[in-house]
């Protein structure tokens, strides 16, 4: 199950901030998309990620179905951008279909460069999921979103075409906000405290996305 997706094969066998914590993984795949934009303009569309907060970016009519009550934010909210090690960032809400909430915990951040997240599995192993910046010199940026988990149970294989589909999304729905052609382009500083990463954007809005 181990496969690259729109990624170059020396991008799949690089190694990413993350890795470490699913140091052997029996599953994952690497994906790879060329955004028109800084790494400066990608950054805070990934600091404001999760359930409650600015979504996944990715086909919302799947979230919805799933009853995850995600909502896709296509500008930047100020009370969104500040993330920290150890920050807890929900996938689902608490509690979800009878069973406690899914989330991950921020293992790993390098401002405007990487972000790498740890998550518990539903069948009790762990895994990770990763973005990585690179700037190229003609004013766009490469972005890498890798995901690596232990043994997969069979509904796991099942799903995994859903899930594939979905992180694809992810990276598109990226492109398209950090490109301008959803909500406008937000141009930002990125300044950092200690743990704490702050985005400052020159033009947000705090009112024109929903809120879970």
């Known amino acids: 199950m181990r496969q690259a997706y729109s990624a170059t094969e020396s991008e799949h066998r690089e190694r990413l901030p993350g890795d470490d914590i699913v140091p052997f993984p029996e599953a994952g795949y690497t994906m790879g998309i060329t955004i028109n934009a800084t790494p400066a303009e990608i950054w805070p569309w990934l600091v404001q990620m999760g359930q409650g907060r600015g979504g996944f970016y990715t086909h919302e009519w799947v ?16 009370s969104w951008q500040t993330l920290e090690l150890g920050d807890v960032v929900r996938l689902t809400p608490d509690p979800y279909l009878g069973h406690p909430g899914q989330f991950m915990t921020v293992a790993d951040i ?20 990763a973005f990585a ?18 043994r997969p149970s069979l509904m796991d294989r099942l799903l995994w075409p859903g899930s594939v589909y979905m992180d694809r ?11 301008g052609t959803v909500g406008g382009r937000n ?21 024109r996305t929903r809120h879970a």
């Not at 200690?194 to 009112?207: K, L, M, Q, T």
């Open 187 to 207: 141009r930002v500083r990125i300044m950092t405290a200690g743990n704490y990463v702050i985005c400052v954007p020159a033009r947000v809005s705090s009112e």
């Open 133 to 150: 910046l690179r700037p190229r010199g003609d004013g766009t940026t490469r972005v890498l979103m890798r995901r690596r988990r232990g």
């Open 110 to 129: 390098w401002p405007g460069r990487a972000l790498a997240f740890r998550q518990p599995m539903p069948n009790g192993t762990i895994g990770s999921w």
């Open 169 to 179: 999304g992810v990276l598109e729905g990226i492109r398209d906000r950090a490109e």
């Open 63 to 78: 979230e919805t179905l799933l009853g995850a009550h995600i909502h896709n934010a296509d500008h930047l909210v100020p």
